[in-house]
């Protein structure tokens, strides 16, 4: 596995938004599925870089980072020491944050159940 | 016997049809929002004031929709703004989309249209596109942006050029004040309310297995457009987003959490009309016990682009409720309208410097 690499969100898009496919073809969950999942596979430390993007919206971020671990690829711990968020607002890192853990909350209390 | 001649059988065969035509003739109804026609042209007058923050205005805005609908497709409209003194951008911007729609299912309609007396307000209609919407050539004016839609199809083809326009324009307002509370929060925040606005209405507003009728549109369940107006004055920045889909308390009723939480939140909903009630339940889902797990951001996220904001306001109109929020006292108000409005509107005013906030977008 290779070390680390950036991902430039505004490659893909400068309009970060909508959750699926009924918000557009570029949306948080086509991203994580084609950009963000194959970079895992390739590397250990994923940089996700916001910077030159117009902003960011909970629903793109949290289908990103809480479908991540909603769709079982890897779990909290993981995924807070694998990936990194880069963009100058700490508010939106804090928040992206609470998406992975509370997406790990519940899957955790479904396990249990 | 007297001989019957030739005009006597034209008599009776004139009234024998009279009188099957009688009793053929469908009841007649009087519709109070048709407008009378000389020469195949009807003409509606715009009234003085063109808003939706009083409840004399919307129901006179409502009125205005309401003929609009009323005039056969393949009749000839005059419409008179003349006596026009008084403009909203949230008012004009409903009355922008139902003119799209209309000129959309009548290509042909030979439209003519009388200005206002008052220069400001025919300068201010011409800033926002509405003349452009009408046949004229659309004259930009610096710092101010033109009333702009994307439909489902150019969503569906990643063409959101207008949206982008939009958010720089908010952006743009923002970064030109020093604003009182964080500048980051408030920048992102614009964003993130405009774009989840945007969104909703592909996730809930036009959603395929949903459909509607209005009594003020024509065929709605075919427009699929998410329409949005800013303006930027004193310090305020004022942004209106709508459509024409079927609305908060309709998408929120055939939610499955939807009884739990109403029944939960009953005794919080007195005196509210049953749209109302159904806007506060849709509220309530970000931060109830029924919540999806990542779900109920959007709602929120527009609100809190005005909680961050000393002096914001927010107001959502959907069915026959409406809305209110005033982040200066953390307070919400709602009020029942007696007309439905078609889909939902949402406007925000923003103070932009520590001085403003109360002033009116006139």
């Given amino acids: 596995m290779k070390t680390e690499t950036t991902l430039d969100v505004s490659e893909y898009t400068d309009l970060p938004i909508g959750r699926n496919h009924l918000d557009g073809p570029k949306n948080g969950a086509d991203y994580r599925d084609n950009h963000v999942i194959p970079a895992l596979d390739e590397y250990s430390t994923v940089k996700i870089d916001f910077t030159k993007t117009l902003g960011t919206t909970p629903s793109f971020l949290e289908e990103l980072f809480g479908g991540l671990i909603r769709s079982g690829y890897i779990d909290t711990s993981n995924l807070l020491n694998r990936v990194h968020v880069i963009y100058k607002y700490e508010s939106v890192k804090n928040n992206i944050k609470k998406y992975i853990i509370e997406a790990g909350d519940h899957l955790e209390k479904n396990r249990k159940k | ?362």
Wanted: aromatic share 10%; net charge positive.
């Fill in chain 2, 1 to 362: 016997m007297k001989k019957r001649k030739a005009s006597d059988l034209n008599r009776e065969r004139i009234s024998r049809r009279r009188a099957a035509y009688c009793l053929t003739r469908p009841p007649y109804k009087y519709n109070p929002y048709s407008t009378p026609s000389v020469l195949g042209r009807h003409t509606i007058t715009l009234p003085n004031t063109l808003s939706v923050f009083s409840s004399n205005t919307r129901e006179k805005l409502y009125i205005l929709l309401r003929q609009l609908r009323e005039i056969p497709l393949t009749s000839k409209l005059t419409l008179d703004f003349s006596n026009l003194s008084k403009i909203k951008i949230s008012a004009v911007l409903v009355l922008f989309a139902h003119l799209e729609i209309l000129l959309e299912n009548n290509r042909n309609s030979r439209l003519i249209w009388k200005k206002p007396a008052d220069p400001t307000i025919d300068a201010k209609l011409s800033e926002l596109g509405l003349w452009a919407l009408l046949g004229e050539k659309y004259r930009p004016v610096e710092g101010a942006i033109r009333i702009c839609s994307v439909s489902s199809a150019q969503n569906q083809i990643d063409e959101k050029q207008p949206l982008r326009d939009a958010i720089n324009y908010a952006k743009n307002a923002i970064s030109s004040y020093e604003m009182p509370d964080s500048p980051e929060d408030t920048d992102n925040a614009s964003f993130a309310a405009i774009s989840e606005s945007f969104t909703n209405v592909w996730q809930h507003a036009y959603a395929e297995d949903l459909q509607k009728s209005h009594p003020t549109l024509i065929n709605p369940s075919k427009i699929q457009k998410w329409w949005i107006a800013q303006t930027h004055i004193d310090g305020q920045l004022f942004m209106a987003v709508y459509d024409v889909g079927v609305g908060i308390p309709f998408s929120t009723r055939r939610r499955p959490w939807y009884k739990f939480l109403h029944s939960d939140i009953l005794h919080t909903l007195k005196g509210m009309n049953s749209d109302s009630r159904d806007i506060q339940t849709a509220l309530a889902y970000g931060t109830s016990r029924y919540k999806q797990q990542g779900r109920g951001n959007g709602l929120p996220t527009m609100k809190r682009f005005v909680e961050i904001n000393p002096n914001g306001e927010l107001c959502i109109i959907s069915g026959k409720g409406v809305y209110k929020y005033k982040s200066k006292d953390n307070r919400e108000e709602f009020s029942n309208l007696e007309s439905s409005y078609p889909g939902t509107l949402i406007q925000w005013n923003i103070a932009l410097t520590e001085d403003h906030g109360n002033a009116d977008e006139d």
